[in-house]
């Protein structure tokens, strides 16, 4: 007999398994077509198209897939895009099930995660875990930063990239990408509000252009006296961690410590919400930072650019 938990955990990995694949990859090197690693990622749609990070595939001279029944297929790459590390593959292939997306506004810290994949080569290996944090800002080695991250204590490893996270309801929550060397209990997931809308601008024009601020963030509760103070109709912000002087923000004179509570009138409670603001149309146009710095609210004005490829 399964346990309680056991048996959440055994359901809901049975909802999803069959969307989940293993990625191989090679590449051209030294004039020869060579295996170059491998990843995770998983089918979201009845057409095909699968999710995964844009570091497991980016560069690759060849792509196949692995379901779950064995068969291996020839991937597509549709588009990538680096600055959330996500990419999206496309299959011709039939036998296999899609999962479903979720929405990851409504994540909690302290709740279960499960996350599903192929670490070292092990196919569909199954880990658990919880939300540690939510809102952060990665950075990863190439110096880039990731934003939207859900922070979590899930054991991942090498192979686990690109595959999902999900609830235990089975609805996939998250795209899994990143772990800091040298480090335990910390691993990290790119949100699935942000996957859909990079995937929405990949199948529809195979990149993703959008602007920028140069800012490191995590989402903060706003101090209630302030909110009171002010009648702010939300009492959750972006706490600024770091500023690049010579980003958009550095010239609009943003300042670390100060917290995020609009973009160009509308409210930027989490990091889904400004990033869904940073579009194409906001690169060079002038906008309207609102901050909370120490007890003040201050207006700023940012011009964000193009991000940097």
Do not use: W
């Amino acid at each position: 007999m399964l346990d309680s938990f056991s048996s959440l955990v055994v359901k809901a990995v049975d909802q999803v398994k069959n969307a989940v694949v293993k990625i191989d990859v090679t590449k051209n090197i030294r004039g020869k077509e060579r295996n170059a690693g491998s990843g995770s990622g998983f089918i979201f749609s009845s057409d095909g198209y699968i999710l995964t990070n844009s570091h497991v595939v980016h560069g690759a001279q060849g792509i196949k897939v692995t379901l779950l029944d064995g068969s291996v297929e020839q991937a597509y790459l549709v588009g990538g895009d680096r600055d959330t590390d996500l990419a999206l593959l496309k299959i011709y292939s039939t036998g296999y099930s899609v999962s479903r997306l979720g929405d990851s506004s409504g994540l909690q810290i302290g709740q279960l995660v499960i996350a599903i994949g192929n670490p070292y080569g092990y196919q569909h290996t199954v880990s658990t875990g919880v939300v540690s944090a939510l809102g952060r800002t990665l950075r990863t080695d190439t110096g880039r930063t990731i934003d939207n991250v859900i922070q979590t204590d899930i054991a991942l490893n090498p192979g686990n990239s690109g595959g999902p996270m999900i609830l235990s309801n089975g609805e996939v929550v998250g795209v899994n990408t990143a772990v800091l060397r040298g480090a335990q209990g910390l691993s990290f997931t790119v949100d699935i509000n942000t996957a859909k809308e990079v995937a929405g601008d990949l199948i529809k024009d195979g990149a993703v252009s959008r602007s920028y601020l140069g800012i490191m963030h995590q989402e903060v509760n706003i101090n209630p006296r302030i909110v009171n103070y002010y009648r702010l109709e939300h009492d959750r912000g972006l706490f600024v961690s770091d500023v690049d002087p010579n980003a958009p923000s550095g010239r609009s004179g943003l300042l670390k410590g100060d917290i995020i509570i609009q973009f160009n009138g509308n409210d930027t409670m989490d990091s889904s919400s400004l990033f869904k603001m940073l579009k194409k149309d906001t690169i060079g146009r002038s906008c309207e930072l609102k901050v909370i710095r120490g007890t003040q609210i201050k207006t700023l004005n940012v011009i964000p650019a193009r991000r940097p490829v």
